[in-house]
Structures are given as structure tokens and as C-alpha cells.
């Protein structure tokens, strides 16, 4: 099923299909190293058949990480980063997540204007603290953040 919101269409890759997203996701710094292996979700955005970015899922028992969401650069500052994170918090929505937690080292104002907010790492649940995210690919520096959904 393909996910929308505002003008943007997102199609859901296999593991054999997320390469492009990995190559990406290391052209812009983030971490990479898991794409192709991870059980998470992860997704295309394309606006008018053309991709403008990438973002993804791992649901963790009650809650959720928001992955790897990155916007390609000929389609920045377009406001299409808050519509792909839209998109992906209705997907945790109906998959009944009681919060989205994140981990970023220079995107926490884009997130803040999103309804994200800092929280400590020692408040983030277990399941999400084993993500191979947290645990291993993202420094300790990376601030961490949540939004509740219910």
C-alpha cells in the first residue's frame, strides 16, 4: 500500500530495493549501515513520478522509530520533509504506536517545528533503546526526541 499526504506518493521498498536509499543516506552522512538488512519499514517519496526523499519505520512493541528520513537535495526547502514525516506518523498511527522516537545530530529544530521534543535517552523504552539505531549506528551526542501520539 502506498502511503500520501500532500502531493506526495510513498511507495514502500523491499530489502532488495533499498541500495538507492542506502547510497543516499551516505551521500548526506547519515547512517546507512542497516537499510538493507533492517525488519523496519522504509519508504520512496516521489512527487509527480519524480523521488524527493526517503524516510522509515521500526516499530518497537507500543512505539516507534522514525528513521532515516532525508529529502533529496534538488527538493529541499520545499517543506516536503514535513510532509514525508506526515506521512510516515499516520503509518505509525494506524499501526497503533503510542510514540515516535528519533535520534538526530543536526536536525532537532526541523523536528521541534514538527511537534518533536528532547527527552532524556534513559526515558526512551527498552525495545527502541535495542534498535541497532541506537545502540550502535547513531553517536551518543545524537539528541533524542519523542512525539506522543496517544
Known sequence: MALKAQGLTAIRLAP??????????????????????????????EQDAVPIGFGGLEIRGADALLRSVMTLPPARARGLGGAIVAAIEAE???????????????????????????????DVPPAVRASQQFAVLCPASAAVMVKRLS
Open 16 to 45: 532488495g530495493e533499498r541500495e538507492g536509499m542506502a547510497a543516499a543516506l551516505a551521500k548526506a552522512g547519515l547512517p546507512s549501515e542497516d537499510i538493507a538488512a533492517s525488519d523496519g519499514l522504509f519508504w520512496r517519496f
Open 92 to 122: 505509525a498511527g494506524l499501526r497503533r504506536c503510542r510514540a515516535i522516537y528519533l535520534l538526530t545530530i543536526s536536525g532537532a529544530a526541523f523536528f521541534e517545528r514538527l511537534g518533536y521534543a528532547a527527552c532524556d535517552r534513559a
